[in-house]
């Protein structure tokens, strides 16, 4: 599509409970991204991808997040265990390469934990 | 190293006036610097970028100025309009030639264009 398409636009979990988010990137681009933005404006990088590899996974929080871009399939971000601090929106970008270039931004997940 | 500092938090601007955005970086190793423009539940878009072989870039009533000595860079909106009220984030990375990292945000300025 001409668009990141990013689903659901809202969740809410119990903390404890798993969240997965998803993520299509613009079609043509090999390069997606998430990035996670807390209450205050802050994005934090977490992971990228070049197509179904990870690319960059140095903001990622190992113990309880995962993601996967997988062949003819959308880009999901996983959270075991959900925990209070991780409510925030979550974007997904994409871009066609990985040098500095425009990010595509969809406009976002934003989980609830309770 | 990765750190992009921006100021201030918040702007208000009369319509008409200019708005100035200000963002330092550590990394010497940066070489794309954008800034992005984010709509209340909206995803960040990108405004304009420059990369450090030009120390300013103008595209409409939006203009980077790029200090690369005092490892600065700048958003001017001239002639600001109340369209213009959104969240401004300044940007660094390194490209793989300059051994790669992914862009890294500023905080953030809330700009309030009053009519």
């Known amino acids: ?114 | 190293q990765q750190q992009v500092k921006q100021s201030p938090q918040s702007l208000i601007v009369q319509k008409g006036g200019i708005s100035i955005i200000n963002c330092a970086y550590e990394n010497t190793a940066f070489d794309y610097f954008p800034w992005y423009q984010q709509f209340p539940g909206k995803g960040p878009a990108l405004l304009i970028a420059i990369r450090p072989d030009v120390s300013e870039k103008k595209e409409g009533r939006f203009t980077i100025s790029f200090n690369k000595s005092a490892k600065q860079f700048s958003l001017h909106i001239m002639d600001s309009q109340p369209g213009d009220s959104a969240t401004y984030f300044c940007a660094a990375s390194r490209g793989r030639n300059s051994g790669y990292s992914t862009l890294t945000f500023g905080k953030g300025t809330m700009l309030l264009v009053s009519p």
């Open chain 1, 1 to 114: 599509g001409e668009e990141v398409a990013q689903t659901p636009k809202h969740l809410v979990r119990g903390e404890g409970q798993k969240a997965k988010l998803y993520c299509a990137p613009i079609k043509g681009h090999s390069y997606v991204f998430w990035y996670q933005q807390v209450l205050k404006n802050e994005f934090k990088f977490l992971i990228s991808f070049q197509n179904e590899n990870v690319f960059d996974e140095t903001g990622m929080p190992k113990e309880r997040f995962s993601a996967k871009c997988l062949p003819n399939s959308p880009c999901s971000l996983e959270i075991q265990a959900t925990k209070l601090e991780d409510s925030a929106v979550y974007f997904c970008a994409s871009s066609q390469g990985e040098d500095p270039g425009e990010l595509f931004f969809g406009e976002g997940s934003r989980l609830t934990v309770l």
